[in-house]
C-alpha cells in the first residue's frame, strides 16, 4: 500500500514564499515521474508542474513559470514544490501525484498523463 504525506501549506501574504513537500512509501519512487496539481474553490484541477524521474525535465504552468521551481530527491523519496513571489491566485489546494507517461523535449515535459499515487491536499491561501 502506497502513501503520500505532504506538509508545507498554510497562510501567507503576496510575495512571500512557501515550499510544500511530499514523501511517498509504499511503491518505487524513483520510477515514477511526480507532479503537482491543485484546485480552488469552484475551478477545475489543473497541472501545476512535473517532473520527469530522474530530474532531468519539468513542466510548469504558465502562471507560475518563473516563480516556482519543482525537485525531487529520490534517496528520500520525496518530491518538492518551492513557491516563491505567490498570488493571490495561487490559493488552491494543492495536491501531488506519480504520472505514469511523460514526453520530453530536452529540459522540457512537453505533455503528460496517467496521474496515480494521488497524496492528500495541503491548502495554500495567499491573501493580504
Known amino acids: 500500500r502506497f502513501s503520500w504525506q505532504a506538509s508545507g501549506g498554510g497562510l501567507v501574504q503576496p510575495r512571500q514564499s512557501l515550499s510544500l513537500s511530499c514523501t511517498a512509501s509504499g511503491f518505487n519512487f524513483g520510477d515514477y515521474a511526480i507532479g503537482w496539481f491543485r484546485q480552488a474553490p469552484g475551478k477545475e484541477r489543473e497541472g501545476v508542474s512535473v517532473?520527469?524521474?530522474?530530474?532531468?525535465?519539468?513542466y510548469y504552468l504558465d502562471s507560475v513559470k518563473g516563480r516556482f521551481t519543482i525537485s525531487r530527491d529520490n534517496a528520500k523519496n520525496t518530491g518538492y514544490l518551492q513557491m516563491n513571489n505567490l498570488k493571490p491566485d495561487d490559493t488552491a489546494v494543492y495536491f501531488c501525484a506519480t504520472v505514469q507517461s511523460i514526453t520530453t523535449s530536452g529540459e522540457r515535459v512537453t505533455n503528460y498523463r496517467g496521474m496515480d499515487h494521488w497524496g492528500k491536499g495541503t491548502q495554500v491561501t495567499v491573501s493580504s
Open positions: 517532473i520527469s524521474a530522474r530530474g532531468t525535465s519539468t
